[in-house]
């Protein structure tokens, strides 16, 4: 059974895509079944994951309007080691067709259960706002990954996102949690980091990721070449600790294969 998370987080540039990205490319890389998901109409993570948007034949929005399957629209990134149901512009009209349909938030659901043998893994990448795609996601996972950078305006939104997935849980899937609080962009010299993250596992406890992601060039380079920071240059802290992080989900979970 598929292990089903989204990235999320109201918050918006706080390294949802890069989180994504580069944790599908960590759990590819550990031996784990991989398929990323973009439901942001940008398409930044199927950018990122080496798949030219442009050029998609089908995508997550055939997907969500139920004309192809996951196994027709999904395409495996040779470059990356995953599985991409991809996005594009078209994704950003979803959001009126869904709106008079029948069982709406609850698509991606549907056509990710159909798949849920062929995976180990599924990360759904959500765009910053809460929208009928995100609920799509949020419906269809098991729990939510939140990116969190170090500071005071993003423990705000992080009172929001937790709000949000209370209601979802309650309303609409009661499967749904936080599985984890990944601190990113990190910087150990800055003391308001420091207190910030100190914070965090205060209220959080176990909730937050032993893993840190530190401030990285290497990682920030790597999506103008079309390819996670894991890929890009395996060698930089930044990508070493998005490796370690996604064996840190495997020892979590345990669902590391025999």
Known sequence: MAKIFCIANQ?????????????????????????????????????GSGVNKRELALTV???????????????????CGY????????????????????????????????????????????PPSLSMLTLNGLCAAHGVIVPMQ???????GLSDLVNT?????????PELEIIGLLRVMFDPRITLQQQVSEQL?????????????????????APSYGLPGVVFDPSARGSQAFVAFAQEMVDRLGTMKP
């Open 11 to 47: 918050k918006g540039g706080v390294g949802k895509t890069t989180t994504t990205v580069n944790l599908a490319a960590g759990l590819a890389k550990v031996g784990q079944r991989v398929l990323m998901v973009d439901l942001d109409p940008q398409g930044n993570a199927t950018m």
């Open 61 to 79: 929005y055939d997907v969500l309007l139920e004309s192809a399957s996951v196994a027709e629209a999904a395409v495996f990134s040779d470059k």
């Open 83 to 126: 599985h991409v149901l991809g996005a594009n512009r078209e994704l950003a009209g979803a959001e009126v067709e869904l709106v008079e349909l029948e069982r709406r938030e609850k698509r991606l659901k549907t056509a990710l259960a159909v798949a849920d043998a062929d995976f180990d893994f599924v990360l759904i990448d959500c």
């Open 150 to 156: 170090c500071e005071y305006f993003a423990l705000e």
């Open 165 to 173: 997935i209370k209601q979802v849980h309650a309303n609409l899937n």
């Open 201 to 221: 596992k205060g209220h959080f406890g176990d909730k937050v990721f032993n893993t840190l992601i530190p401030r990285n060039v290497r990682l920030a380079e």
